[in-house]
Structure formats: C-alpha cells, structure tokens
C-alpha cells in the first residue's frame, strides 16, 4: 500500500496540523504493516521552508499582534498573494509526482487536497472556519469557501479527530457515515506525574511561580481568554496571590482586546505570560499547576486537557463536544460564558484539597488511551476502507472503543 502525504505542515513552524502530520507519519511508519508512506516535500526540504517562511513572516508590531487594519494591509496582500502561487506551484508538484511514480493513495492532513489524479483521503480537524467565521482570517474563510465543498466532493474517505467532529461533518455536509473514521489524536511524549520538588526545581530555572493556574495555547478570540481574564481579575486578592494565572502560548489572530486588557489591567493582577517553555520543561509546567483552565468556545480536539490528564492533573473546561468526548467525566465542565459558575469553580478549586483530589483520580488512565500508535492503528484501518480492502477491525483495542 503506496500512500502519498502532504508533508508541508511538518516542515514549517509547527502548528497543532504540523505536529499531528509528523507524529502519524511516524507512527504510521512503526506499524508493522504493508505500508509505504512517500512523504512530500521530503523532510529534508525542512531548511529551506523555514526559510522561507521565516521572510514571509511579518515584524511583530509594537502591542505583540497584529491589527485588522495590518492584517488588510498591502504587506500582507502581497503575502497572500505569494501563498498563493506557492500552493499553486506544490499543486503541480504534487500532481507530477503522481504521474511519474503514482500511489495507491492520497492523504491530505491540513483539510483541503490537491487535485490530484488518485483517490484521496482528508483530515478534517475541525469545522472551525465553516461554522464561525469571526474567529479565522479572512483570507482562510474565503479559501475554504471557495474550496472546501469540491474537496468534499472529490475525497474517497475522511478522518476526523473525534466522534464529535465526524458528527459535525455528517450534519452540516451530508456525508455518510461510512465514508468517514474517527481517529482520536494521541499526546507528545515525556508528559507523566512527576515528584513535586523535582517539578519545582525545573520551575524556578525558568523563573515561574511554584504553584499557579495554568491555560497553555494561542492567545485568540476562539480560545475565550478575555473572558477568563476577566473571571480571574475579580477573584479576591488571597486567590491571586496563591495562585497566579499562567498563560503559556503565543499571540494569535485578531487578540487586540485581549492584549489590551492585559496591558491594562490583568498584568496588575497576577496574570502572567512566560513567553516560550522549551519542550522538555511542559511536563513540569503542568505537574506544578492547581489546574488547567480550558474555556475555549470551539475545539476539534484539545491537546492540553488531555495532557494535564497525563500529568495527573485537574481539569476545568468548557462544556463543548470535544472536552466531553476526550475527558470524560474526568474534568469538571462550565458554560465557556457563565463568569458566575467559573469564578465559583476556582474559588472552590483553590481551596478545596478533597475536590481537588477527586479531580484527579482517574485522570492518568484515561490519558493513556489516547496515543499515536492507536491513532495510527485506527487511520491504517481507514486506509483500508479508502480502497476498497476489508478493514481490520482488531487493530482498533476494545479498550480504546469502549472508552472513546
């Protein structure tokens, strides 16, 4: 079995599509299995893309994002318009590279395929962009406007990272159950409980506070921090003081009102943005936090509830289908709008050691259903659906289905 993937998002600075396409490609490769995987651009292509994007890449402004009125601006039409005819150029690479030497199939792991003479199969992660707009770009609400229902049309198969999405896509496209596979994502390693001193010690080389409430992401509309920054602020000054938010993640699209209210207000009240953590330190960020708040309003997966869990951690989130299906009743859920019930749950989980405790008790087992091996396992499977041949179901665990 010769499948042919899109490796781009691999290459370039890793996105949440990024890590998922180099972390199935080499899951997929460990599987014991009749399979072939010609990734293209090949990985050794990784200098020269960064490269590139890295003159693409704008200055950051002066406020740490970038405004709408930059975002419209001519710099960043010539970007789009560069983007463009990079796409365009792959397109036909892509497509050359299917005439010359051919695959079985096609796997495309950032939503939208080449057109490509070969059957093909998509990643769909969420229906972000289709369903709420506000949050994306205009430049990626129009393209997917514009290409979106023809790669619906032209796909053989679909994956999504959830039952959740799968769903989704079932009711807003009209797409048949069968032609799609839920394939839970797994979780970066080296994420485990550690001994709180040790934790500790890595802390305070990276100038953190040793206890604090964390949320780890891109600072955007989507991910509902105004909101938790508001919620927190007005919690009394004995909370703060124990316990400081933490927000690890970069700023995104569009976050101008949340980078003025920390400019004026949330920086006075023990909010703090530590900027970069190397990959090896995020075990410790997590083993140290109280909890991780996750109020998003819209996720296709959420990695970070679940490796809190893997950690041993506690979990607050919004109470949307992905932080359901993935934690389960692990986590404690709130309307991603209700300021009442959040500041309530933070108070409570600030000072309540038996909540707290309960909080965590199951969480590290139901983290570790979630891995890259599984997931290969299961888009193995979909493989096999996608052309034609009698899927293995035993290569999914009953663990895994029961649970997920």
């Not at 693409?56 to 710099?75: G, I, Y």
């Not at 679940?306 to 951690?313: D, L, Q």
């Amino acid at each position: 079995m010769r499948i042919l993937v899109n490796y781009l998002p691999a290459l370039k600075q890793r996105s949440g599509v990024g890590h998922y396409t180099a972390e199935i490609c080499a899951a997929l490769q460990s599987l014991h299995q009749p399979l072939d995987l010609d990734l293209f651009p090949h990985p050794s292509w990784e200098p020269l893309i960064k490269g590139a994007m890295a003159k693409l890449k704008p200055s950051k402004p002066s406020v740490a994002v970038k405004s709408q009125e930059q975002n419209n601006s001519a710099a960043s039409i010539i970007k789009n318009q560069i983007k463009s005819f990079a796409r365009n150029g792959l397109n036909y690479l892509f497509a050359d590279r299917v005439r010359r030497i051919g695959c079985d199939l096609y796997h495309e792991p950032n939503f939208l395929p080449f057109d490509v003479d070969a059957p093909t199969i998509s990643t769909i992660h969420d229906l972000s962009v289709i369903r709420y707009p506000q949050w994306h770009p205009k430049d990626r609400v129009h393209e997917f406007e514009k290409r979106f229902e023809k790669a619906i049309s032209k796909c053989t198969h679909f994956l999504t990272d959830l039952e959740f999405v799968k769903q989704e896509l079932i009711s807003q496209f009209n797409v048949p159950s069968e032609k799609i596979t839920a394939t839970p994502l797994g979780i970066r390693s080296g994420l485990s409980p550690l001994p709180i001193p040790e934790a500790r010690a890595i802390l305070k080389e990276l100038n953190l506070p040793q206890k604090y409430f964390l949320h780890l992401g891109t600072i955007e509309p989507r991910k509902n921090l105004l909101f938790l920054m508001q919620v927190y602020c007005g919690l009394p000054l004995r909370v703060r003081e124990q316990y400081p938010l933490l927000l690890v993640g970069g700023w995104g699209w569009n976050a101008e009102k949340e980078a003025a209210f920390y400019q004026e207000t949330a920086k006075y009240h023990n909010v703090i943005l530590p900027g970069y953590i190397p990959e090896d330190k995020i075990s410790a960020v997590y083993n140290c936090a109280r909890a991780l708040l996750a109020p998003s309003h819209y996720e296709g997966f959420g990695f970070p509830p679940v490796e809190m869990m893997a950690c041993g951690g506690a979990v607050l989130a919004s109470k949307i289908g992905a932080h359901q299906e993935v934690c389960g009743p692990t986590a404690s859920y709130f309307h991603p709008e209700d300021k009442d019930a959040w500041r309530d749950a933070l108070l409570q989980i600030a000072w309540d050691d038996e909540l707290h405790r309960n909080l965590r008790k199951g969480a590290v087992e139901k983290a570790s259903l979630f891995s890259w091996q599984q997931c290969a396992l299961n888009t193995y499977s979909a493989y096999q659906k996608a052309l034609g041949i009698n899927a293995n179901s035993a290569l999914i665990s009953p663990a895994f289905k029961e649970a997920c």
